[in-house]
């Protein structure tokens, strides 16, 4: 499962159904965000960590629990980070 | 009781003077989801709760009230020096009537925190459950705040506080597999 979470992304999207009849022009598509937190289940012990200083930065020590998050509808963006 | 220390869990920097972001952050400290309902919700619901979790819930507690501090801080820096007449274009002319550039638990469209945005009710799965709802609402709310502002240091510090959600939503999950576990084992008495 971990290794699968490599290259898993925490973005997900989906296209909200479109009618001939709606005022507005189509926002494309919609993103939502689902952490890691939702797949970890109980946390195994000896899992990677950060060092403390960039535990610091980060939010967190545990490497598998880190989810950057930016802006998806910005251009470029909407990628998870590493 | 508590020990302070005086100084910020991460620091806060505002690099661009837009009064309108401390309305959108007011969401996270006087919002139904917002720092301070965390923190009273835990802080409450850990008297009667199984006792192996009442740490998480104090310590989680405990750490909501530092966001609620970062959350003040932002706002603060982003009003202090404020005219009328900004905060008016910022759409906090009715903030500046009943409070001037004071702060005060509203949420984003100004509406009083109440307590009847929290609950206990007893049942340590379902409180721990609304507690998991808790974190990813904020979660999502740091998300939204993230998406509407374009100041990137204070984007920064919000990064930070999304990222706490997600691990204290996964300690919430944890708990709750602790209570379920102790169901599931034969014990002998």
Avoid at chain 2, 2 to 31: D, F, H, R
Wanted: some cysteine.
């Amino acid at each position: 499962m971990n290794s699968q979470m490599q290259i898993f992304s925490h973005v997900k999207s989906y296209v909200p159904p479109r009618s001939p009849f709606d005022p507005c022009p189509p926002i494309g598509t919609k993103y939502y965000s689902t952490p890691p937190n939702l797949y970890l289940g109980f946390q195994p012990p000896g899992l990677p960590q950060f060092s403390p200083a960039d535990a610091l930065r980060k939010g967190t020590l545990w490497k598998v629990l880190y989810d950057y998050y930016d802006n998806p509808y910005r251009k470029g963006a909407g990628k998870t980070h590493g | 009781m508590w020990i302070y220390e005086k100084k910020l869990q991460y620091p806060v920097k505002v690099s661009t003077c837009n009064p309108t972001l401390a309305k959108y952050l007011m969401e996270q400290y006087g919002g139904a989801d917002g720092e301070l309902a965390a923190a009273l919700r835990y802080m409450n619901q850990r008297y009667t709760i199984p006792d192996k979790v009442i740490g998480l819930l104090n310590d989680i507690a405990t750490e909501e009230f530092a966001h609620l501090e970062m959350i003040a801080t932002m706002i603060y820096k982003l009003t202090k020096d404020a005219t009328p007449q900004q905060l008016r274009d910022a759409g906090l002319a009715e903030h500046y009537v009943s409070h001037d550039s004071a702060l005060f638990y509203n949420n984003a469209a100004g509406v009083p925190f109440t307590a009847a945005y929290i609950q206990a009710k007893g049942d340590p799965i379902a409180d721990l459950y609304e507690d998991i709802a808790a974190e990813e609402k904020a979660r999502a709310t740091y998300q939204w705040i993230i998406d509407l502002s374009d100041d990137p240091d204070l984007n920064d510090s919000l990064r930070f506080l999304r990222e706490r959600e997600v691990v204290h939503s996964q300690r919430f999950r944890e708990a709750v597999e602790m209570l379920k576990e102790d169901q599931n084992r034969k014990k002998v008495f």
